[in-house]
């Protein structure tokens, strides 16, 4: 006889009460759920291991990278949006645009940068064009030009690109993050780019008269539509090189004004909008044992208005940040006469550790410290000069407890790291200066852009409470230096801590210190890293200061470089000893 099939008759009796309660308790977990993804934007990071040891993935810009490089160091290639509400009628932006007037390129932090970027990170959509996604561009003053580019040094010349759908139909909403780079044999920089709202991009370029030549303007759609600000961003990363457009910048009878060496005044500018200049250049520069670059004399002087002071010390064959001003290079004996009996506190990520051995070995020349801790508190002795001595204390912030990670600004919740903190300005002598940032690890915790917005408002409070409370003593107050966090590169512009959602970090946290009061300085080190972010020749991801070494790099060659880091630590120097 053939056997019976199974009766499920009882399964489905509406009336069968072990249905109904399985039955809600499979809807309540379903909702439960979607309100979990809902609320992070995606699943927990539990992959990251310590330090940021990730896998490394090929990508397009990286590709990039690898096919403009020459035989020494790399040559290839926004500051915080500052697009106008999107509620507002739409500008119109026209195609192309050159101002012949004498000025440089200036880029600023938008008023109320916090509440605007909230408001254009949850600008609905719901009309077709907003809908879509960007896959495309249209840049119509290049775009179908068989003539070769040509364009004028000197002047600022300004374009528009618009975004376009997978049917080459306009893509009409913000938050699209394009990677634009401009490079030359001598010139790297990052033009500024505005996101007008309606997929409409402008963007400016400008080369000093001095560098005429070939230039590559290249765009990358990284992310589209603030995806890179989600929790867990790198499933959503496009990463696709667009455009690589050829110019040559002619000179012009145009003239800038100089760039002058920066005063205290300088470092009052939220947004810098720089450019590496390259002064020198030797062919045959191979790495030392102990895996540094001395491809130039130590004593190589830097032509004027570049920078001030020996070139050479930078050991990076001929390269040189300068913005809206410049910075002088600072020898040993110069450096020890400003910052002796002074007490420098820094708060922030694993990259203040690599800077401030930076400048103990390379700067002061202090060699007795190979590796400094994540907390580290030591008076310094100059070794030629016994009775000259300055106080390093450096507290990480990426997590209350110094062996653990991905906290940043949340750390501050912790009572005990709090009074910790607090601990060092309690007494009858405080440090002289604060260097801090908000790190990278801010990248891993805040689970979206409204929640760090509260996390910065509160450590921007704890740190204004805690200059008050010095000044309120009687005590000269310390002086707070942000340093913007850095572009991370190569494999890491995908990930938590992407290039977009640092910069918005970025313009987070200064807004809120400008709202408190308690920004004195600011030195952009995300500007000066971004021209080099596209590979890892010049990091490991996240490290721009790693110690030189004679060993295989991420990138698959033997040593890497390093002059990155060592630009910056001057650049602090200057902030701290420059009237």
């Not at 400008?206 to 759609?221: C, R």
């Not at 607090?422 to 200066?433: A, E």
């Not at 003593?473 to 230096?481: K, Q």
Request: net charge neutral.
């Amino acid at each position: 006889m053939p056997e019976k099939a199974p009766n499920f008759a009882w399964f489905f009796r509406p009336t069968n009460p072990m249905v109904h309660w399985w039955f809600k308790f499979m809807i309540f977990g379903a909702f439960l759920g979607i309100l979990i993804l809902w609320g992070t934007d995606g699943l927990n990071i539990n992959t990251f291991q310590k330090d940021f040891v990730v896998v490394k993935k090929l990508n397009n810009s990286e590709i990039l990278s690898q096919s403009n490089k020459d035989s020494n160091f790399t040559t290839t290639p926004s500051f915080p949006p500052r697009q106008k509400n999107i509620s507002n009628p739409t500008p119109q932006v026209s195609d192309n645009y050159t101002k012949d007037h004498n000025s440089w390129i200036i880029s600023e932090l938008e008023a109320n940068y916090s509440s605007n970027l909230l408001s254009k990170w949850l600008t609905p959509g719901g009309e077709p064009c907003k809908d879509s996604r960007t896959v495309e561009i249209k840049v119509p003053s290049f775009d179908g030009n068989d003539k070769e580019i040509e364009l004028s040094t000197g002047e600022i010349h300004e374009f528009v690109f618009h975004a376009l759908d997978d049917s080459g139909a306009p893509h009409c909403l913000g938050g699209d993050y394009f990677e634009i780079d401009l490079s030359g044999e001598k010139w790297k920089s990052r033009p500024p780019v505005k996101d007008v709202g309606n997929g409409t991009h402008a963007f400016s370029l400008q080369v000093h008269p001095d560098f005429p030549g070939d230039y590559n303007l290249t765009i990358i759609l990284l992310f589209r539509h603030y995806e890179g600000l989600k929790f867990s961003p790198e499933r959503f990363a496009f990463d696709k090189i667009l455009r690589v457009i050829p110019i040559r910048f002619l000179k012009s009878e145009s003239q800038l004004p100089p760039i002058n060496q920066c005063r205290s005044f300088d470092y009052s500018k939220d947004v810098w909008s720089g450019r590496w200049t390259r002064h020198s250049k030797n062919d045959s520069c191979p790495i030392s044992d102990d895996g540094r670059y001395r491809c130039q004399d130590p004593g190589f002087s830097c032509p004027a208005q570049w920078c001030n002071g020996p070139l050479g010390l930078l050991e990076s064959n001929g390269w040189v940040y300068s913005t809206h001003c410049s910075f002088k290079f600072f020898s040993p004996d110069e450096a020890w006469g400003c910052l002796s009996n002074r007490w420098i506190f820094w708060w922030g990520d694993s990259n203040h550790c690599d800077t401030i051995r930076n400048i103990l070995n390379f700067v002061l020349d202090v060699h007795d410290i190979p590796a400094v801790p994540r907390r580290f508190d030591m008076n310094i002795t100059n070794p030629k000069n016994p009775t000259q001595t300055v106080r390093f204390t450096s507290i990480f912030n990426g997590h209350p407890n110094d062996t653990g990670n991905y906290q940043g600004l949340n750390s501050l919740v912790n009572p005990e790291y709090q009074e910790l903190l607090k601990g060092y300005f309690s007494g009858n002598v405080v440090p002289d200066t604060i260097i801090m940032n908000s790190g990278l690890h801010d990248g891993v915790y805040w689970p979206n852009i409204r929640n760090f917005i509260r996390g910065a408002d509160f450590a921007a409070s704890f740190w204004a409470s805690v200059v008050e409370g010095v000044r309120r003593r009687g005590l000269a107050p310390p002086e707070i230096v942000y340093r913007t966090t850095v572009a991370t590169g190569g494999y890491a512009r995908r990930l938590a801590f992407n290039p977009q959602k640092m910069e918005a970090f970025n313009g987070v946290v200064l807004d809120k210190m400008r709202k408190y009061g308690a920004l004195g300085k600011v030195i952009d080190d995300f500007d000066m890293t971004y021209p080099w972010h596209y590979d890892n020749r010049c990091n490991d991801g996240v490290h721009y200061g790693r110690a030189p070494l004679k060993m295989k790099w991420r990138d698959g060659e033997i040593g890497h470089q390093y002059f990155v880091d060592l630009m910056l630590c001057h650049v602090l120097i200057n902030a701290m000893c420059v009237k």
